[in-house]
């Protein structure tokens, strides 16, 4: 593991002081030698998918695992939109001359080393690798075990490109000891490595945040919420509801707890019933809910719940202070939603609930570095520091100060 270590922090050197054109230049090669061996990506994606039916993956992580060859292309076409991103290394912050008549700048750096530890989804593979060689970082990877033919496939393809271009291979590496007790060592390896990133279930986030001696940028669990207020469009409303949680539900940013005030609730609530019905979504609600439509009771636990499925819970509130409430309990600080007409309520919601992402008027499921424009996103931090929602290239750097003099002394 040191060895390994010590040769991707070597590395470091060498990534960090490439020009974007020439990074740019390799991502597009990376893009095309992804579709040239589109064949070789789904071969071994099929026995992913195999051994995922053998071990009863269920229907949504089986999807988060697919490769066919139309995700191919989308992958390849990740690349090539991070490869069009502005350059994040050498930004020029901010610049000032101090009293001593030093020049001194803050300019944006890599971070240097980064771990990624994820679950399921391939994709994740070439979308961290490809972010973290833009932003002039090395990257090390863990998929999960579930999409084990698919990562060394995709990362192999990426390693030939870089080799090809008389670069270390070790820039984008999977983690050689993928076991528990590899990680283990990893998340200790604070001479080498200078960020870990955890994304997937929660035991993965505990597990890391408690036990590494590397700093830390959780990508926790999405309990995200819409809030349906008294002045909402209804149409909007039911249209909004409906895509937050059914369009991909298993999902992060998908919605798990619909909130919906009591002055609308008899009115629009038989209409969200019939609707969700109609997309298949087990619903469950307070007692309030159930004296409007027929569903099962919601627990404490239920709130608490990412279920990460076309599961739903429905809560009557009696204002946009008991929402807000609410997500305070329950929320994730991930993506919370506002529907509502009323300029002082939306305010109030974008001002007060603490979360990566607030919305109003749209759907949550809008929070991903490709909808913002980041091409791609390591994954939605729900860190405050020093990253947080969907973290892209500008996010994988830090910075330092340049200071120039002209012989002052102090």
């Given at each position: ?5 010590a ?7 060498i ?12 991502l ?9 061996h589109?064949?070789?990506?789904v071969e ?17 992580l089986?999807?988060?695992l ?6 191919v292309k ?19 912050l ?12 803050k300019?944006?750096?890599p ?10 989804r ?9 972010l ?30 870089l ?8 820039i ?11 990680v283990?060592k990893?998340i ?21 945040s ?16 819409t ?6 469009n ?31 609730a008899?009115?629009i609530l038989?209409k ?17 809910t159930?004296?409007?439509i027929?569903i ?12 990460l ?30 529907i509502?007409?009323?300029y002082?309520?939306?305010e ?5 609930v ?5 919305y109003?008027n ?9 909808a913002?424009?980041f091409?791609?996103e ?15 290239i ?11 003099g002209?012989?002052?002394v102090?």
């Amino acid at each position: 593991m040191k060895e390994f270590l010590a040769q991707a922090k070597a590395s470091t050197q060498i990534v960090a002081t490439l020009d974007g054109k020439r990074k740019n230049k390799i991502l597009n090669e990376m893009a095309e030698a992804l579709l040239v061996h589109t064949a070789f990506i789904v071969e071994e994606n099929a026995k992913d998918m195999q051994a995922g039916k053998e071990n009863d993956l269920d229907t949504a992580l089986l999807d988060r695992l697919l490769l066919d060859e139309n995700r191919v292309k989308a992958i390849a076409k990740s690349l090539k939109e991070i490869s069009v991103l502005k350059e994040p290394v050498g930004r020029i912050l901010e610049g000032w001359v101090n009293d001593d008549n030093l020049r001194i700048e803050k300019v944006s750096v890599p971070i240097g080393v980064v771990g990624v530890i994820y679950e399921s989804r391939p994709n994740v593979t070439s979308d961290v690798a490809a972010l973290c060689f833009k932003s002039g970082n090395v990257a090390i990877l863990k998929g999960g075990k579930e999409a084990e033919y698919s990562n060394k496939a995709i990362a192999q393809i990426l390693q030939e490109v870089l080799v090809r271009n008389n670069l270390p291979k070790e820039i984008i590496s999977l983690l050689p000891d993928s076991s528990r007790e590899g990680v283990a060592k990893l998340i200790k390896e604070d001479e080498y490595v200078d960020l870990i990133v955890p994304r997937g279930g929660e035991g993965l986030i505990k597990y890391i945040s408690r036990n590494s001696s590397v700093p830390v940028v959780k990508h926790d669990k999405g309990l995200c919420h819409t809030y349906i207020h008294a002045d909402a469009n209804i149409n909007k409303a039911i249209a909004i509801a409906i895509n937050a949680k059914c369009q991909r539900p298993g999902v992060c940013n998908a919605m798990e707890t619909l909130l919906v005030d009591k002055a609308i609730a008899k009115d629009i609530l038989p209409k969200l019933y019939k609707r969700f019905v109609d997309a298949g979504t087990k619903l469950r609600g307070c007692a309030v809910t159930k004296q409007f439509i027929f569903i099962e009771s919601a627990t404490d636990e239920d709130f608490n719940t990412e279920y990460l499925a076309n599961e739903l819970n429905i809560r009557v509130v009696n204002n946009v202070d008991e929402a807000i409430a609410h997500i305070t309990h329950y929320g994730s600080g991930h993506s919370e939603a506002i529907i509502t007409e009323n300029y002082t309520a939306a305010e109030k919601f974008l001002d007060t609930v603490d979360a990566a992402c607030v919305y109003v008027n749209a759907s949550t499921r809008f929070t991903d570095g490709g909808a913002f424009g980041f091409g791609a996103e390591v994954g939605i931090s729900t860190n405050k520091l020093h990253a947080r929602g969907p973290m892209g290239i500008n996010e994988l750097t830090t910075y330092k100060f340049k200071v120039y003099g002209n012989g002052q002394v102090r």
